[in-house]
């Protein structure tokens, strides 16, 4: 029969869609609802949190595994206007803010020119942290929760603090 539902398949591609496993199948599913019933962040290539937002996301490059982060991480806002690179499992709490840029004051349709972020790989972005434009973190660095990043820090840095400093 030509008509009969091929559940393997099915199932495969569900799994391919949401990733079960990774991010519990109730929130896959109600991030999968918000994002393409309801478009919101429904131009993002990856499940992102029901409760975030994601701007110019076609400015933003996320390495293997960082999905997982945007899927189960919520009220994070993630704005890639300058640009944003995110390197190989770096994981992020809810709450964290990734800007890459300033509008300029008094004209909020206009946009600073700056260097893009760049979060190395293996990374750890604590709970309302904010990274900020411009900024570069090496690989393996850890930031503190409420952190406000405003410059760049090396490979293997752990910083915290407004504005953020190395703390070991």
Same mark, same amino acid.
């Given at each position: ?7 393997? %398949?099915?199932? +495969?591609?569900? %799994? ?6 990774? !991010? ?8 999968? &609802? !918000?994002?393409?019933?309801?478009? &919101?962040?429904?131009?993002? /290539? ?6 975030? /937002? ?5 400015? $933003? #490059? $996320? ?14 806002? $993630?704005?890639? $206007?300058?640009?944003?690179? #995110?390197?190989?499992?770096? #994981?992020?709490?809810?709450?964290? +803010? #990734? ?16 260097? =893009?972020? /760049? ?11 904010? &990274?900020? =434009?411009?900024? *570069? ?6 930031? @503190?929760? @409420? ?6 820090? =090396? *490979?293997?840095?752990? &910083?915290?603090? !407004? ?6």
């Amino acid at each position: 029969m030509k008509n009969k539902l091929d559940f393997s %398949k099915l199932k +495969k591609n569900i %799994k391919k869609f949401i990733q079960l496993g990774s !991010v519990p199948l109730g929130l896959s599913l109600l991030n999968i &609802i !918000v994002q393409r019933n309801f478009q &919101i962040n429904g131009d993002v /290539r990856w499940m992102v949190h029901y409760t975030s /937002r994601v701007a110019a996301p076609k400015k $933003i #490059i $996320i390495g293997e595994n960082v999905w997982r982060s945007f899927a189960v991480s919520g009220s994070c806002y $993630i704005q890639g $206007i300058n640009g944003i690179y #995110i390197g190989d499992h770096t #994981i992020f709490a809810p709450g964290v +803010k #990734i800007i890459s840029a300033n509008h300029v004051f008094g004209e909020s349709n206009k946009w600073y020119s700056d260097d =893009p972020v /760049r979060i190395g790989k293996h990374c750890w972005l604590g709970a309302n942290a904010v &990274i900020l =434009p411009g900024v *570069t973190l090496g690989d393996n660095c850890l930031v @503190g929760a @409420g952190a406000v990043v405003t410059k760049s820090f =090396p *490979t293997g840095s752990k &910083i915290a603090g !407004v504005p953020a400093k190395l703390i070991e």
